[in-house]
Antibody, heavy 120, light 107 residues
Framework: QVQLQESGPGLVKPSETLSLTCAVSGYSISSGYYWGWIRQPPGKGLEWIGSIYHSGSTYYNPSLKSRVTISVDTSKNQFSLKLSSVTAADTAVYYC?????????????WGKGTTVTVSS | SYELTQPPSVSVSPGQTARITCSGDALPKQYAYWYQQKPGQAPVLVIYKDSERPSGIPERFSGSSSGTTVTLTISGVQAEDEADYYCQSADSSGTRVFGGGTKLTVL
């Protein structure tokens, strides 16, 4: 079955760039679907960050758009998130997920999540 | 920005029916989805397209829609259903939006 696994540094310094990768197994990214990132600050709710189509088209949350870049590497069957100029408010569990697109915008397979702390 | 509104908490006794609501102006035009999240775990999709249930989700989970409100209903609540539940939809531009979450307590 489809599985997703996040990886990346657990600690990032303020003003630096957060970089995470999501490795996909059991399904080829180039076959379709959208691939997205969602985060959850400690004790708070879920926030959609953005997603990318297998062709490379990207869709970002307007509230984060100026700082977010999502890319895909079909040769490695993985996709990545970069969030620049981070602050303590970016401390969260970051999830990657498989997404359905227009008109059904939802996530049906999730990674287990990775915790990222922004601190000096 | 578009918002989805959920009650912060709902409490029910085992065997009773729990209903969790989610309100949003765009819900008559966009489907709603529901996720269950237990402590320390990733969310799990329990309802999609307002009322469809993914394979593997117990039949006691159901969804409905009426105007600007969607409802997740859990019939015959079990202790294992205690979790946070999030509704999710999208605005007219395709931006995915989550509700604030509802903590379901099984008394």
């Amino acid at each position: 079955q489809v599985q997703l696994q996040e990886s990346g540094p657990g600690l990032v310094k303020p003003s630096e760039t957060l970089s995470l990768t999501c490795a996909v197994s059991g399904y080829s990214i180039s076959s379709g679907y959208y691939w997205g990132w969602i985060r959850q600050p400690p004790g708070k709710g879920l926030e959609w960050i953005g997603s990318i189509y297998h062709s490379g088209s990207t869709y970002y949350n307007p509230s984060l758009k100026s700082r977010v870049t999502i890319s895909v590497d079909t040769s490695k069957n993985q996709f990545s998130l970069k969030l620049s100029s981070v602050t303590a408010a970016d401390t969260a569990v970051y999830y990657c997920a498989r997404e359905h697109g227009d008109p059904y915008y939802y996530m049906d397979v999730w990674g287990k999540g990775t915790t990222v702390t922004v601190s000096s | 920005s578009y918002e989805l509104t959920q009650p912060p908490s709902v409490s029910v006794s085992p065997g009773q029916t729990a209903r969790i609501t989610c309100s949003g102006d765009a819900l008559p035009k966009q489907y709603a989805y529901w996720y269950q999240q237990k402590p320390g775990q990733a969310p799990v999709l329990v309802i999609y397209k307002d009322s469809e249930r993914p394979s593997g989700i117990p039949e006691r989970f159901s969804g409905s829609s009426s105007g600007t409100t969607v409802t997740l209903t859990i019939s015959g609540v079990q202790a294992e259903d205690e979790a946070d539940y999030y509704c999710q939809s999208a605005d007219s531009s395709g931006t995915r939006v989550f509700g604030g979450g509802t903590k379901l307590t099984v008394l």
